[in-house]
């Protein structure tokens, strides 16, 4: 929650309003795998994880599948709208339940009357803090669509360590069960060549595996750009 409240306020918006979205919110449970909004849905709500990973999806027209990021405890998602055929705001993207989670929601109404109350300049420092954080991320897959498959799946690794993982002394591991096609679908590739670059990062020990999770034996002092 905490996490959830950081976003919020670091984005301008004050304390009072972040309280009144945490205090009357609809908690949602959902099982693995399970759709949580289609996309093209109607969008008319904001949502955050509680707990669990939920996975932004795109479907492109010809049935090809795009998993965009996977989202924690804390972090917002379903909030990117396209206008739909009649002018309603409808989901860009997918989300799906990659592991058994709960999500709060808030309706965009309660969010509209929440913003109604704040002040002209406190509404235009969170239209800026909006637009820095689109900059931020179309930044970011700039960067990412300039990569060849193994620094994409390199920053995959980092950037998932970094909001995700479990950062310890020599090491961040990552407690999430990621298959190659989950791997393949976040990078672009097919699952046999991230399957062949996962094996040539486990052979260069950029990475491990520990059961079914990842540990990165340096952690993510590395560094790359960070998806918003």
């Known amino acids: 929650m905490q996490r959830f409240r950081d976003h919020l306020t670091d984005s301008g ?23 949580i909004f289609p996309q093209g849905s109607p969008s008319d709500l904001l949502s955050w994880v509680r707990n669990g990973v939920v996975a932004t999806i795109y479907s492109t027209a010809d049935g090809a599948r795009v998993l965009t990021k996977l ?28 592991t058994n989670c709960q999500i709060a929601v808030v309706s965009h109404e309660r969010v509209f009357r929440a913003l109604q109350t704040l002040e002209p300049v406190a509404l235009i420092r ?29 920053t995959v690794f980092l950037d998932l360590v970094s909001r995700l993982g479990v950062v310890e002394t020599h090491e961040a591991r990552l407690d999430i069960d990621l298959g190659h096609r989950d791997l393949a679908d976040m990078i672009g590739c097919s699952r046999p060549m991230a399957s062949q670059l996962v094996a040539a990062m486990l052979r260069s020990r950029k990475i491990e595996r520990r059961g079914k999770y990842y540990v990165l034996p340096d952690g993510p002092q590395r560094g790359t750009s960070r998806k918003v």
């Not at 969170?126 to 193994?150: C, E, I, K, N, P």
């Open 13 to 35: 918006i004050p304390e009072r309003v972040v309280d009144e979205f945490i205090q009357h919110n609809t908690v949602l449970s959902y099982p693995k795998d399970a759709v």
């Open 71 to 98: 989202v924690g405890p804390g972090e917002i998602f379903g909030h990117l709208s396209i206008a739909g055929t009649h002018g309603h705001f409808v989901h860009a993207f997918e989300p799906q339940a990659h």
């Open 126 to 154: 969170l239209l800026g803090h909006v637009s820095a954080a689109w900059a931020q991320t179309a930044q970011y897959w700039a960067g990412f669509l300039s990569m060849d498959y193994r620094r994409r799946l390199q």
